[in-house]
């Protein structure tokens, strides 16, 4: 709070030392992308299979590791709620809507996980059912992350926003950056996890969704400081600048890394 009126709750977080315990739950947000990405990725690229068989395949893939790929959501959640409650009765009201889909979605995609093998007349629905809800929890995850990004207004330590704050043209960048982001991990995955004509597929979708990745990476990056004054002073003011310069360097390296493995 500033005389009364709101301010950036993550600029206002970003004024503040580092804290050891953010720390630990950056790790496991961090942790939680990696692995419950390919694994919605799976469901993302699902449509773009025909073959029923190459389905069985990639779910096969991640049936042995999905259901406990979750478990580093709840603990990012719970671990927010225990280490910062303040932050967490903050966030959470400005972030009910693309949370509480993300949540349906990933309850419609569990159960279609489950059910898609009990019926073959009706599989297709659960097909369909097991796709969408993957594409809409990584959809609402990376809108939530805008959201966040851009800035939650507060006042007297309370969220001071509307319902619908969350939907921004940042958000639903950075919702489509995941989208494609964890389908290039599925893609990855799949080139790792399967042969024959499936894992040729899956090259050439990670070839595709790398670009699209990269060009989307850029944007989000591009635009970012811009948001608020003190990203942009923490991104370009020395000697921070030096510390921004590493990051384009770090994903050139990942990008090689990714080109030349494919």
């Given at each position: 709070e500033d005389g009364?009126?709101?301010?950036?709750?993550?600029?206002?977080?970003?004024?503040?030392r580092v804290h050891p315990h953010g720390v630990v739950i950056g790790i496991v947000d961090v942790r939680g992308v990696d692995?419950?990405?390919?694994?919605?990725?799976?469901?993302?690229?699902?449509?773009?299979?025909?073959?029923?068989?190459?389905?069985?395949?990639?779910?096969?893939?991640?049936?042995?590791v999905w259901d406990g790929n979750e478990t580093w959501l709840v603990l990012g959640g719970g671990g927010l709620l225990a280490v910062f409650p303040l932050a967490y009765a903050v966030v959470l009201p400005a972030l009910y809507a693309p949370l509480i889909a993300m949540l349906l979605a990933l309850v419609l995609r569990g159960v279609a996980f489950e059910f898609r093998w009990r019926t073959k007349r009706?599989?297709?629905?659960?097909?369909?059912?097991?796709?969408?809800?993957?594409?809409?929890?990584?959809?609402?995850?990376?809108?939530?992350?805008?959201?966040?990004v851009q800035g939650i207004p507060v006042v007297n330590r309370a969220y001071a926003g509307g319902w619908w704050d969350w939907v921004s043209p940042f958000s639903l960048l950075t919702g489509l950056a995941?989208?494609?982001?964890?389908?290039?991990?599925?893609?990855?995955?799949?080139?790792?996890?399967?042969?024959?004509?499936?894992?040729?597929?899956?090259?050439?979708?990670?070839?595709?969704?790398?670009?699209?990745?990269i060009v989307l990476i850029a944007a989000v990056s591009l635009w970012t400081p811009f948001l608020e004054p003190l990203y942009f002073a923490r991104w370009f003011a020395w000697p921070a600048m030096l510390f921004s310069a590493i990051v384009p360097l770090l994903l050139l390296v990942c990008i090689y890394g990714l080109y030349s493995g494919l």
């Open positions: 009364g009126r709101p301010v950036e709750a993550a600029a206002a977080l970003a004024q503040r692995v419950d990405g390919f694994d919605l990725g799976v469901g993302i690229l699902f449509p773009l299979t025909r073959k029923s068989h190459d389905r069985d395949v990639m779910i096969n893939s991640v049936a042995p009706g599989q297709f629905l659960w097909d369909w059912a097991f796709s969408g809800g993957s594409l809409v929890a990584t959809f609402a995850q990376g809108m939530a992350l805008g959201a966040l995941l989208v494609m982001g964890y389908a290039l991990l599925a893609a990855t995955w799949l080139v790792m996890k399967t042969e024959g004509e499936l894992q040729e597929t899956s090259r050439r979708q990670a070839w595709v969704t790398g670009a699209f990745t």
